[in-house]
Every structure is written in structure tokens, then in C-alpha cells.
């Protein structure tokens, strides 16, 4: 398999580790894409998904909000993850189809990596997923309003000890709950080598 496009771990440990590939994190919670058990017998190669899909859920007016994962989602549309160009988004009320449609409506120049305008009158929930995994908890807009989003990247990675893995009809989403070492940023087509153990401590090179 072709590392250009992929993360490269490779544990030298001597022991069962779990990586996690952060992807989000906030003063309680420390969200990651994946959470990986790399071999330690061969590199363990992640590849890097090169657009991410943003898919919105919504309720059609006179239907109660049960949730992110709830009533009806609309197309997909995507973000390039390697140009990384600020992207603008907009969610309409279709009154024909009654349906809520997203479109990309171009650049945007706020400065955040996409940004969201809810025109449908109710609340949507927007859900960025990176290959098969959500990326980040979904996004919730009111009515009316606009959301500007800025991905964290480069993507960290640490040695973590523990995780709550939910299964949302998007995709897996993890939420670490301890890092065992510090945070390294990690690009694709970048290898990581992990050292040290449980009892003294985990250092991870990038290179």
C-alpha cells in the first residue's frame, strides 16, 4: 500500500498499545477520528481520505427534533482535504421537493475551513465524516443562522489508554478518555514511531 497519502505507525514498544488520531478537542472532551492497535511485528498504514463528506440531517416543519441522527438527511457534498480551500455551504428550503437541499455555494473568506448558512427555517445538524468515521460531533444550526468551522490540523496523535465508541448511523465517533502521552501533529505521508512503555512513559517521533 502507497504511504503518500497515509498515516505510518510503527510501534516499538514491546507492548499492545492503542493510538488515537485526534481530531477535536475542547476544555472536557478530546474527540478522535479513529483509535487504531498498531502491530508490533509491521507498520500499521492509516489512509488519509482525500475530500470529506458533509451530510445534514433535518426536520420537515410540524416534525419534533429527536436529534442529530434523527428524521430526514439530505445529499452529500464534500470537502477537499487537500486543497483545503475555505469553502462556503448553504442549506435552502426546498418548497417543491419539501426537502431541505445543501449546496456549495464557493469560497468563503471569513477565514474558517467551511462555513454553513441555514436559509430552511428549522434546526439541521451537519455531519463532517472522514472516510467511513465521523470526524467531529455533528454541527447543530439553528434556524437562520450561519456556522463557520475550523478543522483542527494538522491532525495529533497520542497513545491513549481508553475510549467511548459510539456508532451513529453516520459512522463510528470516538471520545478519548486518557492520553498516555503527549500530542504529536501528524500530516499524511508522515511516520510516527512510538517508544517507551506504560510503567515510564510513551515518546512519539514524527518524521
Known sequence: MSTENAFTIINQTGENILVAFIS???QLETYAWKVVGPSQDHPHIEPF???????????PEG???????GGKQTDSVWWDTIKKTPTAYKADWNEAANKVDVKLEGENHNGA?????????????????FGSNEYIPPI???AFSTANYQFEWPMSVAVVD????YCPPNGELYE????????????PGQTVVITGNLSEGYQLEVS
Open 140 to 142: 447543530t444550526l439553528i
Open 63 to 69: 416534525v419534533s427534533s429527536e436529534g442529530p441522527y
Open 162 to 165: 481508553g475510549y467511548s465508541q
Open 49 to 59: 481520505p482525500k475530500q470529506m463528506e458533509l451530510v445534514t440531517n433535518y426536520y
Open 113 to 129: 475551513d467551511i462555513s454553513i448558512e441555514n436559509n430552511s427555517g428549522s434546526m439541521i445538524y451537519v455531519h463532517p465524516k
Open 176 to 187: 478519548v478518555k486518557n492520553k498516555l502521552s503527549d500530542l504529536s501533529e501528524m500530516l
Open 24 to 26: 477535536r478537542m475542547t
